[in-house]
């Protein structure tokens, strides 16, 4: 009998998973390891991740919607209860509050009695991407990246086992980037974050430091490119740590990455298509050894249509592990080694990243090049969609073999999980409880020693652990910061100068002209996302069309109230307004803005809505006044400008 061959251990099992609040979180995060969950990946509320309170008007509807709301120390403590953190290993989805996120995290781990030194886990950190691809940024740049090499050198101290960045080229992905751009802006991220770091740790202690840096990554369709650009970033990393920052040890060279692969590609129309998609993609991260994730998380079938049940969660989970334990994978050596059509493929990519990454260095690195990159990733995306619109990339259940047997996965009561209605109540009642009930001169003495450090330039995770500590708020801190270092507003990265992007639109550009001449001017079309939501790539995309169309556009980014939505309206003299939100606070959003719009007399221009809108909500949104409203299944924008047209044209309002 032969000997089987020794096996490797699996990457780490997450799930990416937070919602409702702190005590509903915890009880999945319980279950999920129960079931074999072998780490914990927290989503945060985008209140949580802006920094705001969640009672704050910009909270509004946006509460335990895409996480869990986490305001102060009590809510850490109970999204962690009767889980051991120190003997967890944790990935906190967090980046511009990320100092407060893990000064609550040390906060209530130190509550556990756990030695802190020996705490494990990553937070994202990257505050690049945020200006980049998904908005939940707070402060301008430079304060920024010096918060995020605070956190860096704070860890090496005290946390000697914790990851204290992900770059995070997942988003950028997400918002169309190439494989290329992939590779150079996340390694672009990492070498301004390795130069700011340089100075706030001890010489002999960097290269350890580079070690401790890791990413997280997106993992597309086109699998064989995928695996292939995964390993062009081992190489790509191995040769930059060593060339541009001398590190010697091989060990503090490894490129070290976790995934969440694709949940830009799951579609709407025939979801259950999704789960082939969601294993050929997790292939493209686990097949090649030499370039294997770390921790793998997978996102569940059916999120394109709202949030996934345990269930389906359970589902994604299943799928790691038959792959870990019932496969013979993790018996070989790199299956690809060798392979001349892989060593081209990688050498491609390669180059193709280097040429950006040397586009970006001339123009004095990732945050002197924030205005670039975005226009780059708008470009790339409007390259993407055009490709599935016109049919030269196949999206199966989409563009083509439309024709399907309805799903019995998505049909009958509970198909869906809906959030729970009352949770935001119970979140701000609990909220404000903890304001009542805390030492408020101790909370003021800690919040004035956080302005302190801020001012001052010393590093800033001392005072946000006191602040944790004595009951500070998610908002207060972040007001702090806000006000140490001021508020910002990303690129959007759409140009509004005549577009030369006018190839297959002759007949809309027409209609457009058509109608601007009736109403005596051009068409006036003001994009909007009202909210906390910084997945701007739909609505970046849309304004970009009806530019190309020939409208006049506005579209001045994210987080914007209804009120100033509703300003802009009167100001701009728009004849038809369109909002993107993608977080599910639509309700609540819409039913306020178009109350404005008629208390301001402006109920007359018709608002079109896109987002992940269930056709219940769809309905009320109708019922409510909404002229539109698009899901990802409307992937045709040329569609959606034929219907903006129509909805302002005189003639047509004329005979309804």
């Known amino acids: 009998?032969?000997?089987?061959?020794?096996?490797?251990?699996?990457?780490?099992?997450?799930?990416?998973?937070?919602?409702?609040?702190?005590?509903?979180?915890?009880?999945?995060?319980?279950?999920?390891?129960?079931?074999?969950?072998?780490?914990?990946?927290?989503?945060?509320?985008?209140?949580?991740?802006?920094g705001y309170d969640s009672d704050h008007q910009l909270a509004r509807g946006e509460v335990g919607k895409v996480g869990v709301p986490i305001a102060h120390l009590g809510d850490m403590r109970m999204l962690f209860d009767q889980i051991p953190l120190d003997q967890m290993n944790t990935s906190m989805t967090i980046n511009a509050t990320a100092p407060w996120l893990l000064s609550l995290y040390i906060a209530a781990a130190e509550e556990q009695g756990a030695d802190i030194s020996a705490l494990q886990g990553t937070v994202q950190n990257d505050i690049i991407k945020e200006y980049l691809s998904r908005g939940t940024y707070v402060c301008p740049p430079a304060p920024s990246l010096r918060m995020i090499t605070d956190v860096a050198a704070y860890t090496r101290e005290h946390l000697p086992k914790?990851?204290?960045?992900?770059?995070?080229?997942?988003?950028?992905?997400?918002?169309?980037?190439?494989?290329?751009?992939?590779?150079?802006?996340?390694?672009?991220?990492?070498?301004?974050?390795?130069?700011?770091?340089?100075?706030?740790?001890?010489?002999?202690?960097?290269?350890?430091?580079?070690?401790?840096?890791?990413?997280?990554?997106?993992?597309?369709?086109?699998?064989?490119t995928e695996m292939c650009k995964m390993r062009a970033f081992v190489e790509l990393w191995d040769e930059i740590t060593l060339q541009r920052y001398g590190v010697e040890d091989p060990k503090f060279r490894r490129f070290?990455?976790?995934?969440?692969?694709?949940?830009?590609?799951?579609?709407?129309?025939?979801?259950?298509?999704?789960?082939?998609?969601?294993?050929?993609?997790?292939?493209?991260?686990?097949?090649?050894?030499?370039?294997?994730?770390?921790?793998?998380?997978?996102?569940?079938?059916?999120?394109?249509?709202?949030?996934?049940?345990?269930?389906?969660?359970?589902?994604?989970?299943?799928?790691?592990?038959?792959?870990?334990?019932?496969?013979?994978?993790?018996e070989y050596e790199d299956l690809f080694d060798g392979n001349p059509a892989i060593t081209r493929k990688v050498e491609a990519l390669k180059d193709g990243a280097r040429a950006e990454l040397s586009q970006i260095d001339s123009m004095g690195g990732a945050v002197a090049a924030i205005d670039y990159m975005k226009s780059r990733l708008v470009e790339s995306n409007a390259d993407r969609i055009g490709k599935i619109e016109?049919?030269?990339?196949?999206?199966?259940?989409?563009?083509r073999w439309t024709e399907a047997a309805e799903s019995?996965?998505?049909?009958?009561?509970?198909?869906?999980?809906?959030?729970?209605?009352?949770?935001?109540?119970?979140?701000?009642?609990?909220?404000?409880?903890?304001?009542?009930?805390r030492d408020t001169a101790a909370v003021n003495a800690a919040l004035n020693a956080l302005r302190a450090s801020a001012k001052s330039g010393e590093n800033i995770m001392p005072a946000s652990i006191a602040a944790a500590k004595a009951g500070a708020t998610t908002g207060e801190w972040g007001?702090?910061?806000?006000?140490?270092?001021?508020?910002?507003?990303?690129?959007?990265?759409?140009?509004?100068?005549?577009?030369?992007?006018?190839?297959?639109?002759?007949?809309?550009?027409?209609?457009?002209?058509?109608?601007?001449?009736?109403?005596?001017?051009?068409?006036k079309f003001l994009v909007?996302?009202?909210?906390?939501?910084?997945?701007?790539?739909?609505?970046?995309?849309?304004?970009?069309?009806?530019?190309?169309?020939?409208?006049?556009?506005?579209?001045?980014?994210?987080?914007?109230?209804?009120?100033?939505?509703?300003?802009?309206?009167?100001?701009?003299?728009?004849?038809?307004?369109?909002?993107?939100?993608?977080?599910?606070s639509h309700i609540p959003?819409?039913?306020?803005?178009?109350?404005?719009?008629?208390?301001?007399?402006?109920?007359?221009?018709?608002?079109?809505?896109?987002?992940?809108?269930?056709?219940?909500?769809?309905?009320?949104?109708?019922?409510?006044?909404?002229?539109?409203?698009?899901?990802?299944?409307?992937?045709?924008?040329?569609?959606?400008?034929?219907?903006?047209?129509?909805?302002v044209d005189p003639k047509a309002v004329a005979a309804e």
């Open 256 to 330: 070290r990455y976790g995934v969440q692969v694709n949940s830009l590609g799951l579609t709407e129309q025939q979801p259950e298509n999704n789960v082939y998609r969601i294993l050929i993609e997790m292939l493209a991260v686990t097949l090649s050894k030499n370039a294997r994730a770390r921790a793998v998380q997978l996102p569940a079938w059916n999120e394109a249509l709202g949030l996934p049940r345990p269930w389906d969660q359970q589902w994604s989970l299943r799928m790691q592990q038959i792959l870990a334990y019932e496969t013979d994978l993790l």
């Open 589 to 647: 959003l819409l039913e306020e803005l178009m109350e404005r719009m008629k208390d301001a007399g402006l109920g007359h221009i018709p608002v079109v809505a896109g987002g992940i809108i269930p056709e219940d909500d769809a309905a009320r949104l109708r019922k409510m006044g909404v002229a539109r409203v698009y899901t990802p299944k409307d992937f045709e924008l040329n569609r959606i400008m034929f219907d903006i047209v129509a909805l």
């Open 479 to 523: 007001d702090v910061v806000r006000a140490a270092f001021g508020q910002y507003r990303a690129p959007t990265g759409v140009s509004k100068n005549p577009s030369n992007r006018t190839e297959g639109l002759e007949e809309i550009r027409a209609q457009v002209d058509a109608v601007s001449d009736k109403l005596g001017r051009r068409l």
């Open 390 to 399: 016109g049919g030269e990339t196949t999206v199966v259940g989409v563009n």
């Open 528 to 584: 909007g996302k009202p909210g906390l939501d910084g997945h701007s790539n739909g609505a970046e995309q849309i304004a970009a069309r009806a530019r190309d169309c020939g409208m006049d556009i506005t579209y001045e980014g994210i987080r914007l109230t209804p009120e100033e939505i509703v300003t802009a309206a009167r100001e701009q003299d728009a004849h038809v307004v369109g909002l993107s939100i993608l977080s599910g």
């Open 408 to 437: 019995p996965l998505t049909s009958g009561d509970g198909a869906i999980m809906v959030a729970d209605k009352d949770a935001e109540a119970d979140q701000i009642a609990r909220l404000r409880a903890w304001r009542d009930t």
């Open 1 to 50: 009998m032969t000997d089987l061959p020794a096996r490797d251990r699996p990457w780490l099992f997450r799930t990416y998973a937070g919602h409702s609040t702190a005590k509903a979180s915890n009880e999945l995060y319980r279950n999920n390891l129960a079931k074999g969950q072998t780490g914990l990946s927290v989503a945060f509320d985008l209140p949580t991740q802006t």
């Open 162 to 224: 914790w990851n204290p960045m992900n770059v995070c080229s997942y988003h950028l992905q997400e918002a169309g980037a190439t494989p290329e751009e992939e590779l150079a802006f996340a390694l672009a991220t990492a070498t301004a974050v390795l130069d700011d770091l340089k100075g706030k740790v001890p010489e002999e202690h960097f290269p350890a430091m580079v070690g401790r840096i890791s990413f997280f990554v997106n993992a597309g369709i086109r699998f064989v």
